[in-house]
């Protein structure tokens, strides 16, 4: 189905489907009854987080932010930059930050601080992947869908200078994209 820029299908859209189904059974079952607002980070959890919230039978608010670490590359700045922050305020709230990927963790833990100063009720962090291999600086998502390699990937939201979010599986991309 992929072309040459594509080595290897790393997780399936079956295996997501499955275990977006579990997380999203999880964070209810964690919420107690109570509403939440799930919060997506674009543009990467995107995909996840439309799949994510239709797994979850509770009541909810969706809000969305954007923030970013890196340029158009493929490694990390270090820097965070704010792009569009969240249109309603969370104080009170219970808050999960919803994310395509954990890497150097340095994005997560600027966001969830710059959250955490509004005094939400709870803030928790959902990622689909997770690259522990990587981190810069210490860091722990509480719902973790795969934990991966250090291998780039591409697909369900994650891009390559922000083409293939479209493709339905987490993907690993040929080296020979990213080295010309
Ligand atoms: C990616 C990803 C995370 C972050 C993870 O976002 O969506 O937000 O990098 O990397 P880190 O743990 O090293 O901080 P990116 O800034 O590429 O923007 P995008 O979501 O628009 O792809």
Do not use: W
Request: proline share 3%; charged share 30%; aromatic share 6%.
């Amino acid at each position: 189905m992929y072309g040459k820029e594509i080595a290897r299908v790393l997780v399936s859209k079956e295996e997501i489907d499955a275990r977006v189904k579990e997380l999203g059974r999880q964070i209810v079952e964690d919420l107690h009854g109570e509403s939440v607002t799930m919060v997506c980070t674009l543009r990467g959890a995107c995909v996840f987080f439309a799949d994510l919230i239709r797994a979850m039978d509770c009541d909810m608010e969706i809000d969305f932010i954007a923030v970013s670490s890196y340029g158009g590359g493929t490694t990390t700045s270090g820097e965070v930059k704010m792009i569009k922050d969240l249109s309603s305020p969370i104080e009170g709230k219970n808050v999960v930050i919803v994310e395509d990927i954990i890497d150097s963790g340095v994005t997560l833990s600027y966001l969830k601080r710059m959250l955490e100063a509004r005094e939400p009720k709870s803030i928790k962090v959902c990622t689909l992947l997770d690259k522990p291999s990587r981190r810069k600086v210490d860091f722990k998502g509480d719902y973790v869908g795969f934990e991966i390699e250090n291998e780039y990937v591409v697909g369900c939201g994650l891009d390559y200078d922000q083409h293939m979010r479209n493709l339905p599986d987490v993907c690993v991309l040929a080296p020979e994209v990213y080295t010309k």
